[in-house]
């Protein structure tokens, strides 16, 4: 849990588990840097267009690429290796890629990684500014990591974007995109609960005084890999839980290979040599699903009639989020569930045509049954591993 969202919203990347508490060093990070009151004067760059017709059309094709992955033990960022790993691959793609992934404990690298000629797994942590070197890097790809330690989400936010800012600036010249990874509904300054983790570093490293040329924004749906604790409790309840109300009720959720491949893909695009505004890309499911479609996909894939699917209405949401998350956090999870139910200020951001000059949509291939399953399979061959370690 220690580098990555353990949120059911998995906007984000993993889905939540009983809380093992972790100590988390403390975030180093000049107080001068963008604070509450300076974000007022970005967040109308927030908006800024795609691709202006104005910003230069310089394009640069790179032939050899560094991308720095951080933090690479979140979901997003090792699919997004294996995504890079399988495009750099193809034999019509000539670049050479370097992959520098980055560990708070490198030794929890994948084996697939370590063994890999281009991927180097670093020692790195966004909370301590001297470990973070981007002066090798062409791309930076950052997926803001949550705490649970207790330490305020707010002071956090500013915390760790202010130090990858910082980062960013020691390697001013060199970086030449910054690929952020972000979150549906992390435009709005309010209402979003834990969410304004990703409102904040959005603002902090997409203003014009990040010494970076290119920036994108990511904000993929829900993962389809954060229903698992769906699957996994109707498996040994046979019932399905649902915070996703009312149960017909449709959101934005879309696998994690689809997202991958869509960062993978920015990440590999030609430069823009010269400094160009903001791009954001959402990045949807084939279509949107609802907890009754979740409900159908985990009865066929579980090959079972008799799963009961229970709605959690919003008045009950702090009971049920008080049994996974520290008191301190748990608003900040209703938050922002209310935030995409209906009437909340997220819900109006599910639309597959709200695409203009500042917005792209996406829209992935992965079904949610054919993503269901291959999470009910990840959990038998996660059983089975343990098993062999047993025997």
Same mark, same amino acid.
């Not at 990591?145 to 600036?169: H, I, Q």
């Not at 300054?189 to 834990?194: K, N, S």
């Given at each position: 849990?220690?580098?990555?969202?353990?949120g059911?919203f998995c906007?984000?990347?993993?889905p939540?588990r009983?809380?093992?508490?972790a100590?988390?060093?403390?975030a180093s990070?000049s107080?001068?840097?963008?604070?509450p009151s300076s974000?007022?004067t970005?967040?109308s760059q927030?908006h800024?267009q795609?691709?202006?017709?104005?910003?230069p059309? @310089?394009m640069?094709t790179p032939?050899?690429l560094t991308? @720095?992955?951080i933090?690479?033990s979140t979901k997003?960022g090792?699919?997004t290796?294996r995504a890079?790993?399988a495009?750099?691959?193809?034999s019509?793609n000539k670049?050479?890629i370097?992959i520098n992934?980055?560990?708070r404990?490198p030794?929890?690298?994948? *084996?697939?990684?370590v063994?890999?000629p281009?991927v180097t797994a670093?020692k790195?942590?966004?909370?301590?500014?001297?470990?973070?070197?981007?002066? *090798?890097s062409?791309?930076?790809?950052?997926?803001p990591?949550p705490?649970y330690?207790? *330490?305020?989400?707010?002071?956090?936010?500013?915390?760790?974007?202010n130090?990858?800012k910082a980062?960013?600036?020691?390697a001013?010249?060199?970086?030449?995109?910054?690929?952020?990874f972000?979150?549906i509904g992390?435009?709005?300054?309010?209402?979003?609960?834990i969410?304004?983790?990703n409102?904040?570093?959005?603002s902090?490293?997409t203003a014009?005084?990040v010494n970076?040329?290119?920036k994108?924004?990511?904000?993929?749906g829900?993962f389809i890999?954060?229903?698992?604790p769906?699957?996994?409790?109707?498996?040994?309840?046979?019932?399905?839980?649902?915070?996703?109300?009312p149960?017909?009720?449709r959101a934005?959720?879309v696998?994690v290979k689809?997202?991958?491949s869509?960062?993978?893909?920015?990440?590999?695009?030609p430069?823009?040599?010269k400094e160009s505004?903001?791009?954001?890309?959402?990045?949807?499911?084939p279509r949107?699903y609802?907890a009754h479609d979740?409900?159908?996909a985990?009865?066929?894939?579980l090959?079972r009639k008799?799963?009961?699917?229970?709605p959690?209405?919003?008045e009950?949401?702090?009971e049920?989020f008080g049994?996974v998350?520290?008191?301190?956090?748990v608003?900040?999870?209703?938050d922002m569930?209310?935030?995409?139910?209906?009437g909340g200020?997220m819900?109006?951001?599910?639309?597959?045509?709200d695409?203009?000059d500042?917005?792209v949509v996406?829209?992935?291939e992965t079904e949610?049954?054919?993503?269901i399953?291959?999470?009910?399979?990840?959990i038998?061959?996660?059983?089975?591993e343990a098993n062999?370690v047993i025997?």
């Amino acid at each position: 849990m220690e580098d990555s969202f353990p949120g059911f919203f998995c906007f984000i990347n993993q889905p939540f588990r009983p809380l093992v508490s972790a100590s988390r060093p403390t975030a180093s990070v000049s107080v001068t840097e963008s604070s509450p009151s300076s974000l007022k004067t970005v967040k109308s760059q927030q908006h800024r267009q795609l691709r202006s017709s104005t910003a230069p059309a @310089t394009m640069a094709t790179p032939q050899s690429l560094t991308v @720095t992955i951080i933090p690479a033990s979140t979901k997003a960022g090792e699919e997004t290796v294996r995504a890079l790993l399988a495009l750099t691959s193809n034999s019509d793609n000539k670049t050479i890629i370097k992959i520098n992934a980055i560990y708070r404990d490198p030794s929890k690298a994948p *084996t697939d990684f370590v063994s890999h000629p281009s991927v180097t797994a670093v020692k790195g942590n966004v909370g301590n500014l001297p470990t973070l070197d981007f002066k *090798t890097s062409d791309v930076v790809f950052y997926i803001p990591p949550p705490t649970y330690d207790g *330490t305020d989400t707010e002071s956090w936010a500013y915390a760790t974007a202010n130090n990858v800012k910082a980062a960013l600036s020691d390697a001013a010249g060199k970086v030449k995109k910054l690929v952020l990874f972000s979150a549906i509904g992390a435009q709005h300054d309010h209402g979003i609960g834990i969410l304004k983790l990703n409102h904040i570093t959005d603002s902090i490293l997409t203003a014009e005084n990040v010494n970076v040329p290119e920036k994108v924004v990511i904000r993929p749906g829900y993962f389809i890999e954060g229903f698992a604790p769906f699957l996994e409790e109707a498996i040994g309840t046979g019932g399905i839980s649902s915070w996703l109300t009312p149960l017909e009720y449709r959101a934005p959720i879309v696998s994690v290979k689809d997202i991958a491949s869509t960062c993978a893909k920015e990440i590999l695009k030609p430069f823009h040599e010269k400094e160009s505004l903001p791009g954001y890309i959402k990045i949807f499911g084939p279509r949107h699903y609802s907890a009754h479609d979740l409900h159908e996909a985990i009865s066929t894939v579980l090959d079972r009639k008799d799963i009961k699917l229970n709605p959690v209405p919003p008045e009950n949401l702090a009971e049920y989020f008080g049994q996974v998350f520290p008191p301190q956090y748990v608003q900040e999870f209703i938050d922002m569930t209310t935030a995409v139910l209906p009437g909340g200020v997220m819900a109006r951001d599910f639309g597959y045509d709200d695409e203009d000059d500042n917005n792209v949509v996406v829209r992935g291939e992965t079904e949610l049954l054919g993503g269901i399953r291959a999470v009910y399979e990840g959990i038998l061959r996660k059983e089975k591993e343990a098993n062999l370690v047993i025997n």
